[in-house]
T-cell receptor, first 112, second 113 residues
């Protein structure tokens, strides 16, 4: 039981490149979230999903897209990376009827 | 809008108690959380409290909630060097079980031997 995993752990992109971050969970949780963490800013919600095939915008969605084709996976895409997207990205999940959100280990992204 | 405020730093000596404070603005918050983040790691859920509770104790951790003043605190008894980390307060107003956490900026706890 791995819980919440994130791939990759680190990535360096050049401005304008694209990439996809993967969050995978083996807890059969309905709800999944993508946050970004910036120094002095705490964590801010980018997008979230309440179930397979559904997504919604969070506080800072611009420049990102997401997909939830399978219940266990939540993908975060950057179509054209910008230096302002340099951050640590965290995925979180919780199950229906539960109020405990569990976080993955994070992906550190640098855009040069 | 919703806001969660924490002091940025706290320094204590090993063996002392640590008290980390948090204030929030959303009076409709249903759950309040404390997460711990060690350097280079993800967020670990420490404990949480439902908004109709005043206190929750879990081993060395005590959470106090003053709903009238919208003030939350985390007390760590007998603080150890392994408790050194950033502690995040978060609040949420759940619609069903789906909720978007609103985080404070984190309090960096330094424990001196």
């Amino acid at each position: 039981n791995a819980g919440v995993t994130q791939t990759p752990k680190f990535r360096v992109l050049k401005t304008g490149q694209s990439m996809t971050l993967l969050c995978a969970q083996d807890m059969n949780h309905e709800y999944m979230y993508w946050y970004r963490q910036d120094p002095g800013m705490g964590l801010r919600l980018i997008h979230y999903s309440v179930g397979e095939g559904t997504t919604a915008k969070g506080e800072v969605p611009d420049g990102y897209n997401v997909s939830r084709l399978k219940k266990q996976n939540f993908l975060l895409g950057l179509e054209s990376a910008a230096p302002s997207q340099t951050s640590v990205y965290f995925c979180a999940t919780n199950g229906a009827g539960s109020y405990e959100q569990y976080f993955g280990p994070g992906t550190r992204l640098t855009v040069t | 809008g919703e806001d969660v405020e924490q002091s940025l730093f706290l320094s204590v000596r090993e063996g002392d108690s640590s008290v980390i404070n948090c204030t929030y603005t959303d009076s409709s918050s249903t759950y309040l959380y404390w997460y711990k983040q060690e350097p280079g790691a993800g967020l670990q859920l420490l404990t949480y409290i439902f908004s109709n509770m005043d206190m929750k104790q879990d081993q060395r951790l005590t959470v106090l909630l003053n709903k009238k003043d919208k003030h939350l605190s985390l007390r760590i008894a007998d603080t150890q060097t392994g408790d050194s980390a950033i502690y995040f307060c978060a609040e949420v107003n759940y619609g069903g079980s789906q909720g978007n956490l609103i985080f404070g900026k984190g309090t960096k706890l330094s424990v001196k031997p």
